[in-house]
């Protein structure tokens, strides 16, 4: 009887841990998100301005992706976050949002050139089509560079499949139409 309970016990434990490295513990936390994002005004100023959620749409892989405002290692547990100091999707110039490539962006690994990316954000919606993937140095940050037109630069850890900290990363570049 009590290996039998040891058998069980393991198993659900087992389980327990394959549902958040699946990517279960960003479902758990982003029920936990609220219905507006706070983004910080400039220079650390007490007043917070509130931007409406902003949704990754990508048609072909069958994506829904929630943005959260921010890269840093919590909200990134919770979704792909855009990257304070870039302009919001949408607007002219480069918007940056990264993700882990072992949870939201593991689908990146399948996206190809020419793919449709629709941005949602309230009642506005907005179409990028891929136009390059590249894979970079951790250290090439010419891919944060500012833009004359609407881009949308995806970033992720690389190889996807890699165990442990990723030496390069992944970057999906594109363009509104």
């Given amino acids: 009887m009590r290996r ?21 513990a960003s479902l758990y936390f982003l029920a936990r998100t609220p219905d507006s994002l706070p983004v910080a005004s400039r220079q650390g100023a007490a007043l917070v ?13 069958a994506t829904f992706l929630p943005v959260l405002e921010g890269v840093t290692e919590s909200s990134l547990l919770r979704g792909p976050g ?19 490539r072992d949870t939201h962006f593991r689908v990146l690994k399948n996206i190809r050139i020419g793919d449709e990316i629709l ?3 309230g009642n506005r919606k907005f179409t990028y089509k891929v136009r390059e993937t590249r894979v970079v140095k951790p250290t090439d940050t010419s ?7 609407k881009t949308l630069t995806l970033i992720t850890c690389y190889p996807f499949r890699f165990i442990g900290s990723a030496p ?3 970057i999906v570049t594109a363009s509104a139409d």
């Fill in 82 to 100: 855009h990257l304070p100091g870039t302009p919001l999707p949408g607007s002219v110039g480069n918007s940056v949002i990264a993700g882990h």
């Fill in 119 to 121: 941005v949602e954000q």
């Fill in 168 to 170: 390069k990363r992944f």
């Fill in 49 to 61: 301005q509130y931007v409406e959620p902003i949704a990754l749409r990508i048609p072909r892989l």
């Fill in 4 to 24: 039998w309970r040891n058998r069980v016990f393991w198993f659900f434990f087992a389980g327990g841990a394959f549902f958040f490295m699946k990517g279960g």
């Fill in 143 to 149: 891919v944060l560079r500012p833009t004359r037109t």
